[in-house]
């Protein structure tokens, strides 16, 4: 029991330490680009948004975080002899893995309920928080602010009144049945009423190639749900459903035909990503014990590979494969945690009998 306690210690602190180290490197690039999403936005909406990206950026960096514990830990363990006296001592290894196994489990569930159940809705909620911030910001434009960005729709000014900008030049995305134009404008009034934005132009003209033809004072109405893919379609489709809500629509065949295999092979990523810290269990315990000559930093680096090519393997590869329908979905969501895991196996095997 006192060895059981005093690895789950280490680990928990190792896990805990990377994670959060990991969040503190993220804040300032997620910052950065939470602003761009914005448009510019004040700092309150931006501490609003921030929670959001990074409650799900959860279920990457927890895994991550726990490989490099592991890593740590019994690299420390094999590192300072710890291990060979835990071996001397009649100790089997599996027996010594039981803490990691338990921290493993624990960072399983948490997962699990994130995957299944927060994720899904989070994605929208994402979307949802963009449009009132949007909505938010052209009612009270921040003070010198003459460039504003919404999806596919841009506008930038050399000066402006108010929600007045002078000598303008904008870009309207397709709508209503009207192409996508870049429009020049002497002037430009913004006016918002819930999700629609209204745009009215003077003297404005289109501007294509060399082309440049007058268009007198046209009035643009731009609707936000449309643009930011908020509208009640998108809140209803079944991307941003929880697992036993996607199961339903799948089994009630409410899932278009073109997408119920990716919708499966969803579902079972889902599963896949909880069982993540499992997997790196493997991978981390016996990369830590069989590195104990090289550097700690050595070890933690070639855990990070592992984290890499595995996320690039299971979220681009399968990913991809499974959305062109290419394989079966269990085959495309399990292949590589499959092969992971007979990889963790055979290192442990291994590193076990070293």
Known sequence: MTLFVYILRQLAFGVVLAVFGMFFIAIPGVAVSALHKLGGSGLGLLLGYLPIVLLDLVPYLLPIGFLLAVTATYGRLAADSEWTAIRMAGTHPWRAMAPAACVALACSGLLGVLAHHVSPEL??????????????????????????????????????????????????????????????????????????????????????????????????????????????????????????????????????????????????????????????????????????????????????????????????????????GAVHEYLAAWTVPALVAVAGLVLCRRAFRQ
């Open 123 to 324: 994605s929208l909620r994402k979307r949802e928080y963009l449009k009132e911030s949007v909505v938010e910001a052209f009612k009270d434009l921040a003070p010198g602010q003459t460039e504003l960005s919404i999806g596919q729709f841009y506008l930038n000014a050399p000066f402006r009144e108010k929600n007045t900008f002078y000598e303008a030049l904008i870009h309207v995305p397709a709508g209503d049945g009207r192409p996508d134009r870049t429009i020049l404008a002497d002037t430009v009034h913004i006016s918002v009423a819930g999700s629609k934005v209204t745009i009215r132009l003077t003297h404005a003209r289109t501007v294509y190639g060399t082309a440049d033809t007058t268009i007198g004072e046209p009035t643009f109405v731009l609707d936000l749900d449309e643009l930011l893919d908020t509208d009640r379609k998108v809140k209803n489709s079944w991307r941003y459903q929880a697992t036993p809500e996607l199961r339903r629509l799948i089994a009630a065949g409410k899932v278009p035909e073109k997408d119920v295999t990716y919708a499966k092979y969803e579902i079972q990523s889902r599963w896949a990503l909880g069982l993540t810290p499992v997997l790196f269990l493997l991978l981390g315990m016996s990369t830590g014990l069989l590195m104990k000559s090289s550097t700690q930093l050595a070890a933690l680096a070639v855990s990070v590979g592992y984290a890499l090519v595995y996320y690039i393997l299971s979220m681009r590869i399968s990913k991809s494969l499974a959305q062109e």
